[in-house]
């Protein structure tokens, strides 16, 4: 399997887990408390595969930058956290890192 798409998987499956880790509430939930436990072991499956060929600090940027964005995006739907102009302005800010260090760093490893 492609190792980004390894990664795709690890950050899909650590956001469904971080939303599910609200839902639990404090582990008390046990259906929301499974979904966090299952997550975050694939999660962390996925990614340690992705460490194979793409470099630790690329991977991890990757994972956190994404993933920040989607938990934020799920915080705004499901749970109707607000979003000012700064929480905007930031996370452009962490998808332009990402996107700079893929597109034009050679610690990318393309």
């Known amino acids: ?9 690890a ?10 880790l609200k ?9 929301p408390a499974a979904v966090v436990v299952v997550g975050y072991g694939l999660a962390f499956y996925f990614l340690s595969l992705t460490l194979r060929t793409i ?7 990757v994972w956190s930058g ?3 964005v989607l938990i934020t995006a ?5 749970y109707e956290q607000k979003l000012d102009g700064a929480a905007l302005a930031g996370i452009a800010l962490i998808l332009a890192g990402v996107l700079v260090m893929n597109l034009f760093s050679k610690t990318a490893g393309h």
């Open 66 to 68: 994404v993933g920040i």
């Open 74 to 78: 799920a915080g705004w739907i499901l």
């Open 23 to 31: 839902a639990s509430a404090g582990f008390t939930r046990p259906g």
């Open 11 to 20: 950050i899909l499956s650590e956001t469904v887990a971080t939303t599910a």
């Open 1 to 9: 399997m492609n190792n980004w798409i390894c990664l795709g998987i």
């Open 55 to 61: 470099p630790l600090g690329v991977a991890y940027a």
